[in-house]
């Protein structure tokens, strides 16, 4: 039998590593990209479409599936994997997120956050331990500890306050998981550093996280609008205070030159919505950078997005008809982009995992940033 959570180190080149998590159901290799499948669903992507992009793992969103259709629901009909027809891992966030997104519809408290919802302006209490029951519900096999993510410009001792609390939460959070037993012995359970951008707080964090105790470790309250090289600064160190033995695993992350930034600092799993909310928006990810589509250069122009990409879309669609769809409003044109920008990310963290193992990663990385940025 496969086991519950098992995560090797097969290489490393400087602090960059590849690797593999094994799980009860499949293999997640690292460093790991995570389509996001916030509602049951990573948008206008068929499951099977996105394993065939090489997607070994996706997210789904405790918050948003409380919501609609219930996790109780979910967990009648079989568990989230059966209800949307992915049979490999999924992580789920906690929760936590929406209580920075949705700061006007909550309130917060030592107990949880009360929330009022987006929806239809029902009132929900989500605490450590309802996120870790619905979590459980869901049948997710990567679950989050429940966080509050304060942005990196709020008042230092609010950061501080918001930091000390998240780790209150986690211990309750690690309690009220390991009290699913049944859950507990297939799944893993994740805890989330924070502290913004200050290296004391973050050490504090790590250190709390640490003494708790938990299968795999997150970098959060980044990529909240601190621009990119604020959020390096902070990968300068934060990553290497968390246990060696462990993923990492950096939240909410990020554009492709986030991705190769971060990995050259040891982390080692990702998740970002821009692959599938820009495909929607006409955006397509290449290796000589980004594409709008919607720029009328491309109505007669014949080539693939890109001629060194192996995604189907590309072998198969030209520029001027992306274009066209795009324009026109046609839900295939979302539907081909998102494909092809999450094949784009695949291949971009199959690249990193192979010069990694290699030893070339730091001429993998220049080269990548040189093209991309062109």
């Not at 609609?68 to 999924?90: C, K, Q, S, T, Y």
């Not at 239809?120 to 679950?143: F, Y």
């Not at 690690?174 to 037993?181: L, V």
């Not at 014949?302 to 409003?329: F, M, N, Q, W």
Request: with cysteine; glycine share 10%.
């Amino acid at each position: 039998m496969a086991p519950r959570f098992q995560f090797r180190v097969a290489a490393t080149d400087g602090l960059a590593r590849t690797g593999e998590i094994a799980m009860r159901r499949g293999t997640i290799r690292t460093p790991a990209f995570m389509p996001v499948g916030t509602a049951a669903t990573v948008k206008a992507m068929k499951p099977e479409t996105v394993r065939a992009t090489g997607a070994d793992i996706i997210l789904g969103n405790t918050y948003h599936l409380m919501l609609r259709p219930g996790a109780e629901r979910v967990a009648r009909l079989g568990g989230l994997h059966r209800f949307m027809n992915w049979d490999r891992p999924i992580l789920t966030d906690s929760g936590g997120y929406q209580v920075m997104s949705l700061s006007d519809l909550r309130k917060l408290t030592e107990e949880g956050v009360e929330f009022a919802s987006h929806i239809d302006g029902s009132r929900h209490m989500l605490t450590p331990e309802r996120s870790m029951e619905i979590q459980r519900l869901l049948g997710s096999d990567i679950v989050m500890a429940f966080d509050e993510c304060p942005r990196a410009d709020r008042p230092m001792a609010e950061i501080e306050a918001s930091m000390e609390l998240s780790m209150r939460w986690a211990g309750r959070s690690r309690a009220g998981f390991d009290r699913g037993e049944e859950h507990a012995e297939r799944s893993a359970l994740f805890g989330i550093q924070q502290g913004a951008l200050d290296e004391g707080l973050r050490r504090r964090s790590a250190d709390a996280l640490r003494d708790i105790g938990f299968d795999g470790y997150a970098i959060g309250g980044l990529a909240v609008g601190e621009g990119q090289d604020a959020m390096f600064a902070t990968l300068d160190f934060a990553p290497q205070m968390l246990p060696d033995d462990a993923p990492r695993y950096l939240m909410g992350v990020g554009k492709p030159d986030d991705l190769v930034g971060a990995v050259a600092r040891g982390v080692d799993m990702f998740d970002c919505v821009l692959p599938t909310r820009s495909g929607r928006n006409g955006q397509a990810f290449t290796w000589s950078g980004a594409l709008n589509l919607r720029n009328a250069r491309f109505a007669e122009d014949l080539e693939p997005l890109d001629e060194a990409c192996e995604c189907s879309v590309c072998s198969t669609y030209s520029r001027a008809y992306l274009h066209h769809l795009i324009k026109a409003g046609e839900i295939l044109g979302a539907m081909l982009t998102s494909e092809h920008n999450i094949a784009f990310y695949q291949q971009l963290m199959e690249g990193m995992r192979k010069a990694i193992s290699i030893g070339k990663f730091a001429t993998f990385r220049a080269e990548f940033l040189s093209s991309y940025r062109r």
